[in-house]
T-cell receptor
């Protein structure tokens, strides 16, 4: 089992729809969770960080964490073509190191 | 605030040659990371420094890769000799204190090994 797993996609949604990106992790001692966005040919940039169970909202983005089920998700509301990118889930393992998932490619169709 | 700087941005070498990459983190950031990102995959941690000490280098191929962070500021990653499978983007990132912090990435160095 991989330490951090994501659906590779691609996930295709129409403009204005909600995009839902999921991530599961294997280590119950994981403490911090991050979503990074990576445009093609560019480096990752932070979208959201979440540390406790529940929802965290920032503009059109909502991160959801469920430690009991070991998953973290990212919802993008009112998706725009500019949201088309690869979304990387990153999990900090026991305060020691951060593991990145393989990423989910998102396409938002105009 | 200046971001993470990396050079060169692109490098093409032949197999068995050596190559070095340079990274200057955000000023004041104690933790520095080197990642390898192969096309279509997520970043894979090669080495992590806390100030000038190594925290984790478990995935660094030590027979060919080496890294140092002198004086706890900028860092150099070297590959010698390079193999075809080393073709990737090498990302440097820094964070203020530890791994629970947000990481800020540099633009990366795209390495092609022929």
């Amino acid at each position: 089992q991989k330490e951090v797993e994501q659906n590779s996609g691609p996930l295709s949604v129409p403009e204005g729809a909600i995009a839902s990106l999921n991530c599961t992790y294997s280590d119950r001692g994981s403490q911090s969770f991050f979503w990074y966005r990576q445009y093609s040919g560019k480096s990752p940039e932070l979208i959201m960080s979440i540390y406790s169970n529940g929802d965290k909202e920032d503009g059109r983005f909502t991160a959801q964490l469920n430690k009991a089920s070991q998953y973290v998700s990212l919802l993008i509301r009112d998706s725009q073509p500019s949201d088309s990118a690869t979304y990387l889930c990153a999990v900090n393992i026991r305060g020691f190191k951060t593991i990145f998932g393989a990423g989910t490619r998102l396409f938002v169709k105009a | 605030e200046a971001g993470v700087a990396q050079s060169p941005r692109y490098k093409i070498i032949e197999k068995r040659q050596s190559v070095a990459f340079w990274c200057n983190p955000i000023s004041g950031h104690a933790t520095l990371y080197w990642y390898q990102q192969i096309l279509g995959q997520g970043p894979k941690l090669l080495i992590q420094f806390q100030n000038n000490g190594v925290v984790d280098d478990s995935q660094l191929p030590k027979d060919r890769f080496s890294a140092e962070r002198l004086k706890g500021v900028d860092s150099t990653l070297k590959i010698q000799p390079a193999k075809l499978e080393d073709s990737a983007v090498y990302l440097c990132a820094s964070s203020p204190s530890g791994v629970t912090d947000t990481q800020y990435f540099g633009p990366g160095t795209r390495l092609t090994v022929l």
